[in-house]
C-alpha cells in the first residue's frame, strides 16, 4: 500500500463551475487564502476533531441550496429554524466559530470583499491539509445565499442510516457518480459521531434486539462499552478508529474488516457496484487521494451563486 501522506501533494483542481476559478481574489484580497489557512491551522491544532467538522460543514453547505454558505445562517427571528439548527448539523457539525472569526479578520483588511461560501471552501482545503498533507487549488468566486430552510435539509442530505443505493441516488442528484461518492466518504477517516447515530446497529439491528451481524465482534463489543443500552449520555466516537486525527485512505480498510461505525459506512462494501471502489480506495492510498481533490473541487461547484446573485455577507451567521 502506498504510504503517500509523508510529503504535501499538491493536485491541480478540476471539474469546477466555470464561473469559479483559482486566484478570484489575487487582486481585490490577496491575504485571504493565508489568513483563513492560518486560522484554521491554529483551531485544528487545538482539536483536531474542528477539521473534520468543517470538511463535513462544507459538504452539508453544499448539499442544501448549493455551495452558497446557508448551512452557517442563525436563525432568524419569529421562531423560523435555519439549515443549522437540523439534526443533522446540530450539535454534529463543529466549527462554525472558525469560519466567523476567519471571516473577521478578513472584513478588516478587505471589508465586503470575500463570500462566507468561499471561506468554507477554503477552510474544508485547509484541513485538508493540516490533518492530511492533502493541498489543492480552490476555484473562488461564489457569492452568499440569503435563504436558509430548516426541512430542505432533510430533502437534500443523506441520514447515517441510508444504504448504498439511497447514497448512489442522493449524490447522482447533485452530479456527483457512485465513485465520487465514496470517495467523499473517505472524509470519514477524521472527526466523531455521537452514539445516537449508530446505536440501532449495536441493540436493534432491523427491529430486532440483535446487533448488525456486519459488525466486527470485538468492534462491537467496544462501541458496547461507549454507548451502553439506554444510556443517558451520547458521546462521541471516532468515525475512523485506525487514524482518527488523520485523513488517509486507512477509512477504506476498516470497513473491509467490519469496522465501519455508522450504516452509510458500511453499506459501502455490501454492495456490488461501491465495493469495487471500497477496495480501489484501501489498497491504493494515492489513488484515494487524487480522487478525493478532484470530487472536492467538484463538489465545491454544487449550484454556485456568482456574479450579482446572492450577496457579500459582513457576519457569516446573518444575511446583511
Same mark, same amino acid.
Given at each position: 500500500?502506498?504510504?503517500?501522506?509523508?510529503?504535501?501533494?499538491?493536485?491541480?483542481?478540476?471539474?469546477?463551475?466555470?464561473?469559479?476559478?483559482?486566484?478570484?481574489?489575487?487582486?481585490?484580497?490577496?491575504?485571504?487564502?493565508?489568513?483563513?489557512?492560518?486560522?484554521?491551522?491554529?483551531?485544528?491544532?487545538?482539536?483536531?476533531?474542528?477539521?473534520?467538522?468543517?470538511?463535513?460543514?462544507?459538504?452539508?453547505?453544499?448539499?442544501?441550496?448549493?455551495?452558497?454558505?446557508?448551512?452557517?445562517?442563525?436563525?432568524?427571528?419569529?421562531?423560523?429554524?435555519?439549515?443549522?439548527?437540523?439534526?443533522?448539523?446540530?450539535?454534529?457539525?463543529?466549527?462554525?466559530?472558525?469560519?466567523?472569526?476567519?471571516?473577521?479578520?478578513?472584513?478588516?483588511?478587505?471589508?465586503?470583499?470575500?463570500?462566507?461560501?468561499?471561506?468554507?471552501?477554503?477552510?474544508?482545503?485547509?484541513?485538508?491539509?493540516?490533518?492530511?498533507?492533502?493541498?489543492?487549488?480552490?476555484?473562488?468566486?461564489?457569492?452568499?445565499?440569503?435563504?436558509?430552510?430548516?426541512?430542505?435539509?432533510? /430533502?437534500?442530505?443523506?441520514?447515517?442510516? *441510508?444504504?448504498?443505493?439511497?447514497? #448512489? $441516488?442522493?449524490? &447522482? +442528484?447533485? %452530479?456527483?457518480?457512485?465513485?465520487?461518492?465514496?470517495?467523499?466518504?473517505?472524509?470519514?477517516?477524521?472527526?466523531?459521531?455521537?452514539?445516537?447515530?449508530?446505536?440501532?446497529?449495536?441493540?436493534?439491528?432491523?427491529?430486532?434486539?440483535?446487533?448488525?451481524?456486519?459488525?466486527?465482534?470485538?468492534?462491537?463489543?467496544?462501541?458496547?462499552?461507549?454507548?451502553?443500552?439506554?444510556?443517558?449520555?451520547?458521546?462521541?466516537?471516532?468515525?475512523?478508529?485506525?487514524?482518527?486525527?488523520?485523513?488517509?485512505?486507512?477509512?477504506?480498510?476498516?470497513?473491509?474488516?467490519?469496522?465501519?461505525?455508522?450504516?452509510? /459506512?458500511?453499506?459501502?462494501?455490501?454492495? *456490488?457496484?461501491?465495493?469495487?471502489? #471500497? $477496495?480501489?480506495? &484501501? +489498497?491504493? %492510498?494515492?489513488?484515494?487521494?487524487?480522487?478525493?481533490?478532484?470530487?472536492?473541487?467538484?463538489?465545491?461547484?454544487?449550484?454556485?451563486?456568482?456574479?450579482?446573485?446572492?450577496?457579500?455577507?459582513?457576519?457569516?451567521?446573518?444575511?446583511?
Amino acid at each position: 500500500m502506498f504510504l503517500l501522506f509523508l510529503t504535501m501533494l499538491l493536485v491541480p483542481a478540476v471539474y469546477s463551475d466555470p464561473s469559479l476559478k483559482v486566484g478570484f481574489y489575487k487582486r481585490s484580497c490577496p491575504a485571504v487564502e493565508s489568513i483563513v489557512r492560518r486560522t484554521v491551522r491554529r483551531a485544528v491544532s487545538r482539536n483536531p476533531g474542528i477539521g473534520g467538522g468543517i470538511i463535513r460543514m462544507h459538504f452539508h453547505d453544499c448539499f442544501v441550496r448549493g455551495c452558497d454558505g446557508s448551512v452557517l445562517l442563525k436563525s432568524g427571528p419569529g421562531g423560523k429554524q435555519s439549515e443549522r439548527d437540523h439534526p443533522a448539523n446540530n450539535p454534529g457539525l463543529r466549527g462554525f466559530e472558525v469560519i466567523e472569526e476567519a471571516k473577521n479578520r478578513i472584513e478588516s483588511v478587505c471589508p465586503n470583499t470575500v463570500s462566507c461560501a468561499d471561506i468554507l471552501a477554503f477552510a474544508a482545503r485547509d484541513s485538508s491539509s493540516k490533518l492530511g498533507r492533502i493541498n489543492y487549488a480552490v476555484p473562488a468566486g461564489r457569492r452568499d445565499g440569503r435563504v436558509t430552510v430548516f426541512d430542505e435539509v432533510t /430533502d437534500n442530505l443523506p441520514p447515517p442510516t *441510508s444504504t448504498a443505493d439511497q447514497l #448512489v $441516488a442522493n449524490f &447522482a +442528484r447533485k %452530479g456527483l457518480s457512485a465513485d465520487e461518492m465514496v470517495t467523499l466518504s473517505g472524509a470519514h477517516s477524521i472527526g466523531a459521531s455521537h452514539c445516537s447515530s449508530f446505536s440501532a446497529r449495536l441493540y436493534s439491528f432491523n427491529g430486532t434486539h440483535d446487533q448488525d451481524p456486519s459488525l466486527d465482534r470485538k468492534f462491537a463489543a467496544a462501541l458496547k462499552a461507549t454507548c451502553p443500552r439506554g444510556g443517558g449520555r451520547d458521546p462521541l466516537v471516532p468515525l475512523d478508529s485506525a487514524t482518527p486525527n488523520w485523513l488517509d485512505n486507512k477509512y477504506y480498510v476498516e470497513l473491509t474488516a467490519g469496522r465501519g461505525l455508522l450504516t452509510s /459506512d458500511q453499506t459501502l462494501v455490501e454492495n *456490488s457496484l461501491t465495493r469495487k471502489y #471500497v $477496495a480501489v480506495n &484501501a +489498497r491504493y %492510498g494515492a489513488t484515494w487521494t487524487a480522487k478525493y481533490v478532484k470530487a472536492m473541487v467538484k463538489m465545491g461547484s454544487i449550484d454556485v451563486l456568482t456574479g450579482s446573485q446572492g450577496e457579500i455577507r459582513s457576519s457569516c451567521s446573518f444575511v446583511n
